[in-house]
């Protein structure tokens, strides 16, 4: 089973990724991953300026990425990159074993085809209706596959679990703010869990506050996927629980 560590643009420098991989490797995860974008992908984003502004210092170039290479091998933890244009696939291959191909990318024929000639096992957020007849031909004749069942709301309006989630979908996309959804994917089978994380003790990143009735007030002012993402506290809450429910998924012959 492999726990991925989703940084995606939860950062703002080389050395917050540095702390973050770190604090991924403690909470137990087995993988971080970042995202491979350029200033096209950014502008084809929603119109807002300020978030293009902050994206686009989010960008990853190739020394970048060969330093975090280097970071993760220091401290003991795999790297996987999602490509979100073309040229950026062989930069992911080179990091690893691993291409993850994003929700928005599952029909990208560009990106896939240049995923499926690395030859690397391929990682794909995907739902139930890719599966059907749209499912890409490349894809279904490829072997070297998982399909990452993922709700594609940023969160999703609730949970929707399908029955093949731990078969047909060997792996689980979280985009909830809950260790629930990953931790049930676990015990039905996934033997590959994704979840977005930020680092809750980073400078502007306080820990949120909530009402007596559960609303969220306030929340870190630099994390942009907030909405989606778990605290590193959470993350080893989720590792500690899948741990535990480890001897039962067993038993059900997973």
Not at 150 to 170: A, E, M, S
Request: glycine share 6%.
């Amino acid at each position: 089973m492999m726990l991925i560590a989703e940084c995606g643009v939860n950062w703002r420098t080389l050395s917050d990724l540095f702390i973050m991989f770190m604090k991924a490797k403690e909470a137990g995860a087995d993988a971080v991953k970042v995202q491979l974008f350029n200033e096209e992908i950014i502008e084809q984003m929603p119109p807002n300026p300020m978030l293009r502004a902050r994206l686009k210092t989010l960008i990853l170039n190739r020394m970048d990425v060969k330093y975090l290479e280097s970071m993760a091998d220091t401290i003991g933890i795999k790297l996987i990159a999602t490509p979100m244009y073309p040229e950026a696939v062989s930069g992911a291959a080179w990091l690893s074993d691993y291409i993850k191909i994003r929700y928005a990318d599952r029909y990208n024929d560009a990106i896939l085809t240049q995923a499926v000639l690395t030859g690397r096992h391929l990682l794909i957020s995907c739902d139930l209706e890719y599966l059907g007849p749209h499912l890409p031909g490349l894809i279904e004749d490829y072997k070297e596959k998982t399909f990452m069942y993922c709700q594609p709301g940023y969160p999703p309006d609730k949970l929707v679990i399908p029955t093949n989630l731990g078969t047909v979908f060997k792996g689980y996309s979280n985009h909830f703010r809950s260790v629930d959804p990953p931790l049930l994917a676990h015990v039905m089978g996934c033997e590959y869990i994704e979840v977005h994380v930020y680092n809750e003790d980073a400078v502007g990143m306080a820990p949120p506050e909530y009402d007596a009735i559960g609303n969220l007030f306030n929340r870190p002012t630099d994390v942009i996927d907030y909405k989606v993402s778990l605290s590193f506290a959470q993350l080893a809450e989720l590792k500690k629980r899948m741990e535990h429910l480890r001897p039962w998924v067993s038993l059900k012959g997973v």
